[in-house]
């Protein structure tokens, strides 16, 4: 009993002792350790915060929706460097999917995946068609003032007047994947189409997104908020801090309504 007391005596007081300089780094060290490690974990693995730059999405998505992405099952990789790997999950048809656009500096882009790998896609009259079956797309918006794509059937002829808006590289391969007059995705690949179909810079000027290039599926909208499409744009830092603090004077700024939609 004597050496219980004893021993609970001694360690009230090593308890109680002022840690040393040594000791109170390495506790800072381990504690900032387990913060980093979760951060790389959580951001590199499961979700992340996005914000919407531009209205390709409209009405779906609006310029200023600020989003949670899973990332779960679709890809992993280490946050501000190049590393990802894919992994095991399928993307689906006509789900809204994050990727990286097979472009220079493969900027991260939204937008609704309308062919998955063998299907066959063509746009007639603006209704599209995947595997001869017209596909019902009620959040599709045109724009008769847009760039006038839908305008054209799909996929284009040389002699079509929109041909040159094609990146040099999609002009030159997308022939290799015309058969009967309808556009065939490879294997490995997928086709992209923003919502709104008129104002949308997507698979139909620059090709197919490899499976390795997709990043995740946004789960749900936390904030949104209206202001001018530059300021969520890369490099618009000073703006995007000023638009913040302009929401929290004026709230009418804050698109209420948005919050915590689900898709």
Not at 15 to 37: A, G, H, M
Not at 85 to 106: C, D, T
Request: proline share 8%.
């Amino acid at each position: 009993m004597r050496a219980d007391v004893e021993e609970s005596a001694v360690m009230e007081k090593e308890r109680k002792r002022p840690l040393t300089t040594n000791e109170r780094i390495w506790r800072e060290v381990v504690s900032w350790f387990w913060v980093i490690l979760a951060f790389v974990v959580i951001e590199g693995a499961f979700v992340q915060a996005r914000v919407i730059p531009s209205g390709s999405m409209e009405n779906t998505v609006l310029i200023g929706d600020h989003l949670i992405v899973s990332r779960m099952g679709y890809d992993a990789g280490i946050p501000f460097t190049r590393f990802h790997e894919p992994l095991w999950r399928k993307p689906k048809r006509q789900h809204i999917i994050v990727f990286r656009a097979p472009l220079p500096g493969n900027p991260d882009f939204i937008k609704r995946l309308i062919g998955v790998p063998g299907d066959r896609i063509k746009i007639v009259g603006e209704q599209v068609y995947v595997n001869d079956i017209p596909l019902n797309e009620p959040y599709a918006l045109r724009d008769s003032d847009g760039l006038g794509l839908a305008a054209y059937d799909y996929p284009p002829t040389a002699d079509n007047t929109w041909y040159d808006r094609l990146t040099p590289e999609w002009a030159e391969e997308l022939p290799r994947h015309i058969v009967n007059g309808e556009l065939v995705v490879p294997p490995g690949e997928y086709f992209m189409m923003g919502d709104n179909r008129d104002n949308s810079y997507d698979s139909r000027y620059w090709g197919f997104v490899p499976r390795a290039n997709i990043i995740g599926t946004p789960v749900v909208i936390y904030m949104s908020i209206n202001a001018p499409e530059e300021v969520w744009e890369p490099g618009h830092i000073g703006e995007r801090f000023e638009t913040y603090f302009d929401a929290l004077i004026h709230p009418r700024e804050v698109r209420w309504s948005r919050l915590f939609h689900v898709f």
